[in-house]
């Protein structure tokens, strides 16, 4: 199934595609991150958790779960899973809906009322529509699975959505812009030896205040965070087959090896060496 995105969100108000975690790993991680959609996540396969603003969720087939526009949340998925996902972006479609900028998303399975039951079983049979679409790719699938997704989207509007009223430049709006200054320092910092020392100077903070404001709004420390950003490139590094496992490591900040490999295991489920293993594998069957 093509991973590649169905739709330019900027000119339809969607994007939508299919993630698969088959012949990586037990356990794929994203550190945690916000974005301006509003996403939906279906469980075609597998399992996994998503941390939203602290609170975990469990995921399982056939289930969905909504994350609002700029909700702090980190994913997990175990090996194999493979996910619908379908973001929405409230700048263009309050041309077709002007009150979805003053609304609030919710939506997890175990967090229903009664009387939304029923709209999240249709919205699930509606997502099972769209990977036979999407596999099958016949004239104008793309055309279905627009209106599919914006049918699903009326659902979420009229049985999981709260009217905040008028939206006002807000404390959280603040604090997600220094997060992302942030969070982009880190991105850009990550292979270099970067202190608490290092990045709270360079937002002129003390440490103690830029310590106590990461941990309070991420849900984790700074040097967890960072080393979990190294851990991503790593990973993506080892799957490619090109480089050694410690060069990768060495090449993205990580000299503490011990460390390293205690952290792989944590957040991926398996050894860099497993990784290699099961791509090597996967390549000399023609999977990847």
Known sequence: MNNEPLFDPEQTGI???????????????????????????????????????????????GEFIVIDSDQLHECWYRRDAMLAVIQYSRKVLKNFVPEV??????????????????????????LKVLPP?????????????????????????????TDRGIVRRTDQEEILRRLEEITDYIEEH???????????????????????FFRKNMGVSFLRYLNEVRLVHIYQDICSMTIGIMEAAEKHGFTNYKLFNRMFREVYGCTPREVRIRRSEAAELGQI
């Open 101 to 126: 900028e003053r609304c609030t998303f919710q939506c997890a399975k175990g967090t229903l009322r009664p009387e939304q039951l029923d709209a999240y079983l249709r919205i699930c049979d509606m």
């Open 190 to 212: 990550h292979a270099e030896p970067v202190s608490l020392q290092d990045i709270s100077s360079h937002f002129y903070l003390s440490r103690e205040y830029f310590s106590r």
């Open 15 to 61: 994007q939508m595609f299919f993630h698969t975690s088959q012949n990586t790993s037990t356990s794929k991680s994203h550190p945690v991150h916000w974005h301006p959609m509003i996403e939906l996540v279906y469980v075609l396969n597998g399992s996994g958790n998503i941390l939203i603003d602290g609170k975990s969720y469990s995921l399982v087939p």
């Open 133 to 161: 679409l999407c596999i099958l790719s016949q004239m104008g699938y793309k055309v279905k699975s627009f209106a599919v997704a914006m049918d699903i989207f009326y659902e979420l509007l009229n049985h999981f959505s």
